[in-house]
């Protein structure tokens, strides 16, 4: 009798282990993990990503102003200036300016370095440009 009653208090001592250490078999997956990641199975994680921030205002200027460049085509309004047309190679018209008198003839070919218009004039259709240095192809 004393056996049995110290197999049953083993058999008890082993009920509580096993119950206080997270009960029987192997441990369970599929939930989320104690730091709230993904779940051990590679499911999605539980978490929702942050709201990103809203759009401030448009910049004032243009961001992606051209510091200065060089066009080549033929000329469409010459003369000595101030303004000049030209239409390059690939069918884009623009539209030049020059503080300085340039002779330009029309049905020329150019090679021009230009900037950024920095006064406000309309020099006709066209993409607008201030006229750095204007160069004949010959």
Do not use: F
Not at 72 to 92: A, E, H, S
Not at 116 to 125: A, F, N, T
């Amino acid at each position: 009798m004393a056996s049995a009653r110290s197999t049953l208090a083993v058999l008890a001592a082993a009920v509580v282990l096993a119950a206080t250490a997270g009960g029987c078999g192997p441990p369970k997956t599929g939930g989320p993990s104690q730091t709230g990641g993904p779940s051990q199975t590679g499911g999605p994680s539980q978490t929702v990503p942050p709201t990103p921030p809203r759009p401030g205002t448009p910049p004032k200027t243009p961001s992606d102003l051209i510091t200065g460049d060089w066009l080549v085509g033929t000329v469409t309004r010459g003369g000595t200036g101030p303004c000049y047309g030209l239409i390059t190679d690939d069918g884009v018209e623009h539209s030049l300016y020059s503080d300085e008198p340039v002779e330009l003839t029309r049905h020329s070919r150019i090679r021009v370095r230009v900037a950024p218009l920095d006064v406000r004039i309309h020099c006709g259709p066209g993409q607008p440009w201030r006229l750095v240095r204007a160069e004949l192809i010959r």
